[in-house]
């Protein structure tokens, strides 16, 4: 699989790679995982070894519960083993459900909140209650408990997360597999229809197909390699290997191994094998992804903290240090800025460019992920909600940060991100509380711009990048393609599209530029230096502009702005 990786990975891929393959070396993959959650996290099936999270928490469980056991075992009679193992499972699912409100990831990912599932496989294995089930019901009542244990499985799977609370979405499929457990082997379809040789060997290398068949599904969809055949016809035949690949692993690694009473060389064998894995992980991982496999020069998604969190900005502006989703980056220190860069991540994402435009001046770039640059309005969704109160905090923190040495202010945003959110998603504002997510914007930005405007102030509204329809990796020539079939790859969105896009939040700021008909006041479009007349394009002059769907690179930042920005500013001409 890491040879795969290394003829299919562009560098920065390649090193995401690395880090995960170290970390599932190191049986904490779930944890590494964690870490990377985030706003600009990648997509799953960008991540080849995400389903190896699973069998990190499985390890962690396996390190611990041994232990548990024989304490268990010294201090409690065997028939009280179920009530600690019952408590332990409570415990583990009650921490699931608190943690759960607060980050829905760090429940799906940590091992204690984890724990609850392992636990309940644990208390059927238990004597006690093996003999318990033993004992319990009629061939018929078996029969049922194993029937509606199925369905709980299989309904779980149709539904997914439509009809259950998101903390008690893994209930189902898990009181499913233990009622299908439970039951034994007098349920009728355990003795029947999970009974066949077919399908028990389904179970026997179901371990091995696990292990193999994302990898190889991920790296077909990295590789953009759908554009070349059927798409439904890849996913069949990476199925298919998969499959084989599970076969072989059973009969040449898996039964042999088992065979094996050297078990101790066999360990040591395994062990030195892992060395080599982790050795060519860190050796990826130093050298940035191993660029030379690539013609790129420069890595096109890089964005260093240099662009984005400057520990001594962070610390300067009140509580901006104290959330890892704020941005705070200055240039000089010694002078109050003169330029303040105000939003989101997309204004953040055209650092480089004002930061290359007006280098003679004290500049500041101030904000946060997912905060609108105004005053006082909240973004959040249901999966987070204790994420509502951070934008006030963030954004007031930034506007304090404007001062009437201030002469220009740049506000920049992924408006739609805020305007047309989907159910799950909220932005309001105290100030206008029964105002649709297009209403609060508009009333907002017409409530702060005045503000901004004073002084002699100038105030740059600069509107939305297209955003892409695909990842902006599917672009570039990967190691892999240079022995395919050459292939014509669109990088561009049809401009009609982005248009329609952003049609709604368009007319708003042109009524609000309208309302307030100040000469201070300037739009500039990023689709005058993105798109002619036809499509919007994120390769330019053989270089991709973007890092990700709808974030400018270092590349796009200089590009973009050197031809949008205004040449007619009075604070740019006056420091000529």
Not at 141 to 170: D, E, K, Q
Not at 353 to 381: F, H, K, M, P
Not at 385 to 403: E, F
Not at 445 to 462: A, G
Request: charged residues 20%.
């Amino acid at each position: 699989m890491s040879l795969l990786a290394l003829l299919i990975l562009l560098p920065q891929e390649l090193w995401s790679f690395a880090n995960e393959l170290i970390a599932s070396l190191a049986f904490v993959p779930n944890l590494a995982l964690l870490v990377d959650v985030g706003y600009f996290d990648k997509l799953a099936y960008t991540k080849p070894l995400l389903h190896l999270w699973s069998l990190g928490v499985e390890e962690q469980f396996y390190l611990l519960w041994p232990a548990v056991l024989v304490l268990l075992a010294r201090r409690e009679r065997p028939a009280h083993t179920m009530t600690w193992i019952a408590l332990l499972a409570a415990v583990s699912f009650a921490a699931h459900v608190l943690i759960f409100r607060q980050s829905p990831e760090a429940s799906f990912y940590l091992p204690v909140t984890r724990f609850w599932e392992l636990l309940t496989g644990a208390l059927l294995a238990v004597p006690a209650s093996a003999k318990l089930c033993a004992d319990a019901g009629s061939r018929g009542m078996r029969s049922a408990v194993s029937a509606l244990g199925i369905l709980l499985v299989v309904g779980s799977m149709l539904a997914g997360t439509v009809a259950v609370p998101g903390s008690f979405s893994a209930v189902l499929p898990t009181m499913g597999a233990a009622m299908f457990i439970a039951a034994g082997p007098l349920a009728a379809l355990n003795r029947t229809v999970f009974s066949l040789r077919p399908v028990v060997y389904v179970g026997l290398i179901s371990y091995p197909l696990y292990l193999w068949h994302w990898p190889l599904l991920s790296l077909l969809r990295v590789a953009h390699l759908e554009g070349r055949a059927s798409e439904y016809l890849l996913r069949a035949l990476m199925v298919s290997i998969a499959v084989l690949a599970a076969i072989l692993t059973y009969h040449l690694v898996e039964r042999p191994l088992r065979r094996r009473a050297d078990l101790k060389r066999i360990g040591a064998w395994l062990g030195i094998a892992m060395l080599l894995l982790a050795a060519l992980g860190l050796a990826i991982v130093r050298t940035d992804g191993f660029p030379q496999r690539t013609a790129l020069k420069t890595d096109p998604f890089a964005w260093p903290a240099k662009f984005h969190k400057d520990p001594a900005c962070m610390d300067l502006y009140e509580s901006a240090h104290r959330n890892s989703e704020a941005y705070c980056v200055r240039n000089d220190y010694g002078r109050p800025p003169r330029v303040v860069l105000l939003g989101d991540s997309h204004a953040n994402a055209l650092w480089p460019g004002v930061l290359a435009a007006y280098a003679e001046s004290s500049l500041l770039n101030i904000g946060a992920q997912r905060c609108a640059y105004l005053q006082d309005t909240e973004y959040w969704d249901d999966a987070t909600p204790a994420r509502r109160g951070v934008c006030p905090v963030l954004i007031g923190a930034a506007y304090r940060a404007i001062t009437p040495d201030t002469r220009l202010v740049i506000l920049v945003a992924r408006n739609t991100l805020y305007i047309d959110v989907s159910p799950e998603e909220h932005f309001a504002s105290p100030d206008f509380p029964r105002a649709t997510t297009i209403e609060v914007f508009e009333r907002s930005l017409i409530r702060d711009l005045p503000r901004l405007l004073e002084s002699d102030r100038e105030v740059i509204l600069v509107l939305q990048v297209p955003e892409l329809d695909f990842l902006p990796e599917h672009c570039l020539h990967r190691p892999i393609e240079s022995v395919l079939p050459e292939t014509i790859v669109t990088c561009s969105v049809p401009r009609t599209v982005v248009e329609q896009r952003q049609a709604q939040y368009r007319a708003m700021i042109a009524r609000v530029v309208r309302a307030l008909a100040d000469p201070d006041l300037q739009v500039v479009d990023p689709m005058d230096a993105l798109c002619d007349a036809s499509e919007c394009h994120a390769m330019i002059d053989g270089k991709l502009m973007y890092r990700d769907n709808h974030h400018l690179n270092e590349a796009g930042s200089l590009y973009v702005w050197e031809k949008i920005r205004p040449r007619n500013l009075r604070f740019y001409l006056s420091s000529q």
